[in-house]
């Protein structure tokens, strides 16, 4: 049984967690860690699922408020939600067969390169020019989604920064064209997973609904502010955020 109090303090963080993700990714970073502390005895499972509510719930609302407002590359981005959703949930039925205490390391020593490079390229993520052709945007997008897809079903933290940085970096579009496009692959992972927790009854819907309404409160007005203060905003709160990835996982490493 949740307690109000409970619930209230869960509601607050999937709002943070919302407004945080709808611009840079990494709401999970806020989320997760809530929901283990405040859901104590809660086999974990359930509560990835019921987290997955409020994340599809919140990253759709974001979706939605970009769209129409950032010129978002349908077939290519489309391409990669399709491939990623597949691939997150293979990545999901795999994950308890594979030691997941390896990631970890791997996870960290890129978000210091991706902050370092981010960082050191002040042009980085300010101009949207696509560099790729029309014919090879699909297929670097399904290679984005079959990586970064696979990754949010077996691991998870990180997803929405990593496909931040690979739109930017791959694909040549700004922050705020890669922040809507990765809301879209992520709407495809997120909706994978929560279909396999569905199907396997791990959701506590009494928490997960008042929580996604907060999420999608959150993800609008995150999304609201991306799209008014532009891209050197969303550069700066990305960089903090990756931040917080690396001490977080430097502590789960060497702590």
């Known amino acids: 049984m949740v307690t109000p109090v409970a619930l209230g303090l869960l509601c607050f963080f999937a709002f943070l967690a919302g407004f945080i993700d709808s611009i840079v990714g990494g709401g999970g970073l806020i989320q ?12 974990v499972p359930t509560i990835l699922g019921t987290g997955k509510v409020s ?7 974001a979706l939605r408020s970009y769209a129409g407002k950032v010129p978002i590359r349908w077939r290519a981005v489309g391409t990669a939600a399709a491939v990623a959703g597949v691939f997150s949930f293979l ?74 940085f690979a739109f930017v970096g791959l694909f040549g579009y700004d922050f705020i064209t890669s922040s809507a496009s990765a ?16 199907y396997t009854g791990q959701i ?16 609008t007005l995150g999304a609201r502010l991306a ?24 502590l789960q490493v060497f702590g």
């Open 32 to 43: 997760l860690p809530a929901m283990l502390l405040l859901l104590k005895g809660t086999p």
């Open 55 to 61: 994340s599809l719930m919140g990253t759709a609302a």
């Open 91 to 164: 990545g999901a039925r795999v994950v308890s067969q594979l030691p997941q205490e390896l990631l970890p390391p791997l996870v960290l020593g890129l978000l210091v390169a991706i902050a370092i490079y981010t960082f050191w390229r002040k042009d980085f993520g300010s101009l949207h020019a696509p560099r790729l052709s029309a014919q090879r945007e699909p297929l670097y997008g399904a290679l984005v989604g079959l990586i970064i897809g696979f990754y949010d079903g077996f691991f998870g933290p990180g997803t929405g920064s990593f496909l931040l």
């Open 183 to 198: 809301k879209l692959v992520n709407v495809a992972t997120n909706l994978a997973a929560l279909l396999y927790f569905a």
């Open 204 to 219: 506590l819907w009494a928490v997960a609904l008042p929580m996604a309404l907060c999420n999608i409160l959150g993800s």
């Open 227 to 250: 799209l008014r203060h532009g891209t050197g905003f969303v550069r700066v709160l990305f960089l903090v955020v990756v931040s917080g990835f690396i001490v977080k996982l430097s």
